[in-house]
């Protein structure tokens, strides 16, 4: 970020944000090397929300801390927090806006430093209530800077709550990335490059269910991704409705899935070259057995071909109660309820962890865990699972109640060793969320290294329930 001046830096203050401390010597930028590293020193970024962040005294308002990855990991003093009222970001903070309600990462102006895009779904748009908007952050040498707000490609309404989900990618294969953000009953597509205005090469709206959530992977190894779409629970589909959106012979082709997921992530678990998908169920919600869907939650296996998801291959559903996989199968927690996907040994093969904010660990309720499974040539394997708690040998702090270790997971290479590392959301820790890291090595997750940072350790004002770890911004 540029040096702010002292009137800046009193700003950020006033609102109880702390500014950014980084590296001595970030790198310049030629080109991107990885869609999350927003200052161009060639080590992957994380970036992490908390939508129910107070800043200035507007509770809800939201709030975005991005820790920069280093040759050590993690590390509470490489940070920024970045608001609303941060200098030249647009709009500001206020009452429920939810800013960083959905995160997603890429170069959108190719200028060699990824950048961040923002969606605050709640946010009030002139006359419009909860019409929703997406911002972007600029990367920098730096890091983030200033930012401007992605225009809709048609008027606002009320309740559209645009940026309740994004995601970037290249739908087309023409090598610009585009930016997918999703509401109630919105899809709009932007293409770009992008100018530092925000203005798109080209926009487009699509008409839409509700997507509550989105993925983007190439599942069917034509070099152009393919947009995973979960919509959330329906009168007809309790399970959760999934589909996939792809660009084929100059439209947009929707096929809908018949598995279950709230959540997913998108990966090559066996290493053939084709995007396979996870889908992430939760028990939280109150009509599973109705739905169908495994005691304590479950995940569903999908694999990429050719032909599309699923077309090859039988889906594959696992829960606590399949052979393997640490833990028991106990109601409400919520396995299933973050999922993510990378190599974590380094061996070629997409892992995959799982989260469970809900689940006990000893007398403690929804103190959370997370569960890592291996892929390997054949698929996902439930050899050597591991489950790590904060009670787990060398990870940080101690299991309580309603921490929800586990409300976010994220598999991306943060210490430049080629091993995918695993960041963990917490988003109840201490009443104001965190997040926990787990270095990747040759052999596996080990706890070894793991560092624990609390929102405040991270400079987020503890006001009211800042809920950081509820999301993180997924690698491409």
Not at 185 to 212: C, K, Q, V
Not at 228 to 238: E, P, V
């Given at each position: 970020m540029?040096l702010?001046?002292t009137?800046?830096l ?5 609102a109880?944000?702390?500014p950014l401390?980084?590296?001595t010597?970030?790198?310049s930028?030629g ?7 927003f ?24 709030a ?12 509470a ?15 500001a ?8 309600s959905?995160?997603?990462s890429a ?6 430093y990824a950048?961040?895009v923002v969606?605050a ?8 209530t ?6 972007v952050l ?5 890091g983030l800077?200033?930012?401007?707000t ?6 606002r309404?009320?309740k ?7 995601a ?8 610009s ?6 509401g ?6 932007m ?8 203005t798109?090469?080209?926009t487009?709206y ?10 983007v992977?190439d ?9 995973l ?7 007809d589909?309790l ?5 996939v ?19 997913g992530?998108?990966?090559d678990?066996d290493?053939d ?5 996870v889908l992430g ?6 009509n ?6 495994a ?22 559903t696992l829960?606590?109660?399949?052979s393997?996989i640490?833990?028991?199968?106990e109601?409400w927690d ?6 993510a ?10 892992d995959?962890?799982v989260?469970?904010?809900a689940?006990?660990v ?22 050597r699972?591991v489950?790590f708690?904060?009670n787990?040998t060398a ?5 309580e109640n309603?921490?929800s ?11 430049g060793?080629?091993?995918a590392?695993?960041?963990i959301?917490?988003a ?7 997040i ?5 090595t040759?052999?596996g ?10 929102a405040?350790?991270?400079g987020?004002?503890s006001a009211?329930?800042?809920?950081l ?6 690698p491409?």
């Amino acid at each position: 970020m540029r040096l702010r001046t002292t009137t800046a830096l009193a700003a950020l203050v006033a609102a109880g944000l702390t500014p950014l401390t980084l590296p001595t010597t970030p790198a310049s930028a030629g080109t991107t090397k990885y869609a999350d590293d927003f200052n161009g020193d060639g080590y992957r970024d994380l970036a992490t929300s908390a939508p129910d962040a107070t800043v200035s005294g507007e509770v809800g308002a939201g709030a975005i801390v991005v820790t920069y990855g280093s040759a050590s990991g993690l590390a509470a003093s490489s940070r920024t927090v970045i608001s609303q009222n941060s200098a030249s970001v647009p709009g500001a903070a206020e009452k429920s806006d939810s800013f960083g309600s959905s995160l997603a990462s890429a170069d959108l102006d190719r200028d060699g430093y990824a950048d961040l895009v923002v969606g605050a779904e709640y946010e009030d748009v002139g006359t419009y209530t909860d019409a929703g908007s997406v911002t972007v952050l600029w990367g920098s040498a730096s890091g983030l800077s200033g930012g401007a707000t992605l225009s809709p490609p048609r008027r606002r309404f009320d309740k559209d709550r645009s940026g309740m989900s994004v995601a970037t990618g290249d739908f087309d294969g023409d090598g610009s990335i585009e930016v997918m953000a999703a509401g109630n009953g919105d899809l709009w597509h932007m293409e770009g490059p992008f100018t530092r205005s925000g203005t798109a090469a080209d926009t487009e709206y699509i008409f839409n269910d509700t997507t509550r959530n989105l993925a983007v992977g190439d599942i069917t190894g034509n070099g152009s991704d393919e947009l995973l779409m979960l919509g959330g629970m329906a009168d007809d589909d309790l399970g959760g409705e999934v589909a996939v959106m792809s660009w084929d012979s100059g439209e947009w082709q929707n096929t809908e899935i018949a598995a279950d997921g709230l959540t997913g992530a998108v990966g090559d678990i066996d290493a053939d070259g084709y995007a396979d998908v996870v889908l992430g169920r939760g028990d939280k919600h109150g009509n599973e057995a109705k739905a169908g869907i495994a005691k304590g939650g479950q995940i569903t296996v999908l694999h990429g071909s050719p032909a599309g998801l699923g077309a090859t291959r039988p889906a594959r559903t696992l829960s606590q109660a399949s052979s393997g996989i640490p833990g028991t199968a106990e109601t409400w927690d919520g396995f299933g309820d973050s999922v993510a996907m990378g190599d974590i040994n380094g061996d070629g093969y997409a892992d995959v962890a799982v989260g469970a904010p809900a689940e006990g660990v000893g007398d403690q309720p929804e103190a959370g865990a997370v569960t890592v499974l291996r892929g390997s040539a054949t698929g996902l394997t439930t050899t050597r699972a591991v489950s790590f708690t904060q009670n787990s040998t060398a990870v940080p702090g101690t299991a309580e109640n309603l921490d929800s270790f586990g409300s976010a997971v994220r598999l991306a290479d943060l210490n430049g060793n080629a091993k995918a590392d695993l960041s963990i959301g917490v988003a109840g820790e201490n009443e104001v969320g965190g997040i926990w890291y787990l270095p990747g090595t040759s052999t596996g997750l080990t706890g070894t290294k793991s560092v624990g940072c609390t929102a405040t350790s991270l400079g987020l004002a503890s006001a009211g329930f800042p809920a950081l770890g509820e999301d993180f911004a997924q690698p491409r």
